[in-house]
């Protein structure tokens, strides 16, 4: 099944985070990953707030090499639906819209998506 890491993920791995070792086997093969372009924008932000823009930059490049999916209406609508069903944020409820439409795993330890389905959940210690 194809797959999506969240945002968290994304950051485990980057910064060699605690479930860096949790994360990284969903990240081996990028081009098999679905990069919502608002993953990118979470991405870009939170590097150069807590890096630089060249390190975000490179960061971002790295994600192109992700099967990347722009925001769309078809995505906008089923988000909006399941924001509404599952009390998920924006930016949330884009990320399991974008996995939901390409039947995908979202592969995340934000726990707003524990127990939704079609998500493999990894409790923070």
Known sequence: M???VDTCGWIEWLTDGV???TFE???SQLD???MPTVIQFE???WTKRERDEATALEVIALTEQCQVVALDTAISLLAADLALQH???FADAIIYATAQQKNAQLITSDDHFEGLPQV???REN
């Open 43 to 45: 991405l870009y932000k």
């Open 25 to 27: 086997p969903w990240l």
């Open 19 to 21: 479930l860096v070792q």
């Open 120 to 122: 493999v959940y990894f």
């Open 2 to 4: 194809a797959q999506l």
């Open 87 to 89: 009390g998920l944020s």
């Open 32 to 34: 098999q990953v679905y």
